[in-house]
């Protein structure tokens, strides 16, 4: 594992710590809590795979951790990078660590990418603003490095090029290039293979890859797609209604899930050994941030569900690294899915 250092065989400390982050958007209609309690360590050369559906809360996790949230958000609880706690820093403070210490790879690259700029340009900016002394010959140097190194064919001519003049697959790329401009701790992936097809989501995850094993960052990977996690991640949390589900190695997950919700996730993957039959679907829609039921969120399309669920679960250890928040999680990991 990526977690334990060669040398001493011990776990490294974390690069981020993030305990009891909470995250509240305040709306006309009262407070909508949209992260409830979410912890989690990531440590250098490790990549952690925050998972669930729409409205889950992933996002709202990154934006926190990059001190982006909108005005009408309130943050709660600890974000630690390096042990200094960033929450509660000014916009001024923050910039010493965003965009150089830990960087973001946002979803929509057409919409990041500033049109009217060449992505040589945003590229050196995204160097310049960090490192002001640099002369404009290595900025132009280093921007066409990026692009090279993320495999973008004749990077020297594409760095004089527009965001429009670029496909898809390529914006994505010089997302990833300006993440990684500084060489931060940490990379924020967040949807990074949203709307390309499996051909360039494979490329993609392959720069990652291969950018990681360069800098050796640390990338949280914030995704929905499951196949992706399957390919890059080395740990997997599942996020449901602002709440941790379950938490564990990405094999132990995929092969012995312990929570119904996790196991309803995988169960609707397409699969080459189950023929023709239909996909399987999770029962009915994830409640209202603003109505969430008391106990257990997920209680109320769960097939396994009882009366206990009506108290909030605590996280109980099935293995090792393995924690699931369920009630019934030992009974439900014994049986193969």
Do not use: W
Request: proline residues 7%; glycine residues 8%.
């Amino acid at each position: 594992m990526k977690t334990f250092t060669e040398v001493t065989g011990e776990a490294t400390a974390p690069l981020l710590s993030v305990r009891d982050l909470c995250v509240t958007y305040r709306t006309d209609a009262g407070p909508v809590a949209a992260l409830d309690g979410l912890s989690f360590d990531l440590r250098a050369g490790e990549t952690l795979s925050i998972v669930g559906e729409s409205g889950s809360g992933k996002s709202a996790a990154s934006l926190a951790v990059m001190g982006l949230l909108p005005r009408n958000a309130v943050a709660a609880g600890s974000v630690r990078f390096r042990g200094r706690e960033l929450l509660g820093l000014s916009d001024r403070e923050m910039r010493t660590v965003r965009g150089r210490r830990i960087a973001m790879v946002f979803q929509d690259a057409l919409a990041a990418l500033n049109p009217m700029m060449t992505v040589g340009a945003q590229l050196a900016e995204a160097v310049s603003v960090h490192d002001p002394d640099i002369s404009r010959a290595a900025l132009r140097e280093r921007a066409v490095d990026l692009l090279d190194l993320v495999g973008i064919p004749d990077p020297r001519t594409r760095a004089g090029q527009y965001p429009h003049e670029l496909s898809g697959g390529m914006r994505q790329r010089v997302m990833i290039a300006t993440g990684i401009a500084n060489e931060p701790d940490v990379l924020i992936a967040d949807e990074p293979t949203t709307a390309l097809d499996v051909t360039v989501q494979a490329q993609v995850l392959d720069v990652l890859g291969r950018v990681q094993d360069r800098t050796k960052s640390a990338i949280l990977l914030i995704t929905h797609d499951l196949g992706v996690v399957a390919g890059l991640a080395d740990r997997v949390l599942v996020l449901y209604c602002g709440r941790t589900m379950e938490e564990a190695p990405v094999e132990p997950l995929f092969y012995r899930p312990a929570h119904p919700y996790t196991r309803g996730l995988l169960a609707a993957l397409p699969r080459i050994d189950r023929g023709t039959r239909r996909l399987a679907q999770i029962a009915g829609q994830p409640p209202s941030p603003a109505e969430r039921p008391p106990g257990c969120p997920f209680q109320n399309r769960c097939p396994h569900a009882e009366d206990r669920c009506a108290e909030n679960p605590r996280p109980v250890t099935v293995g090792e690294g393995h924690t699931v928040a369920c009630v019934r999680a030992s009974e439900i990991a014994s049986v193969t899915p």
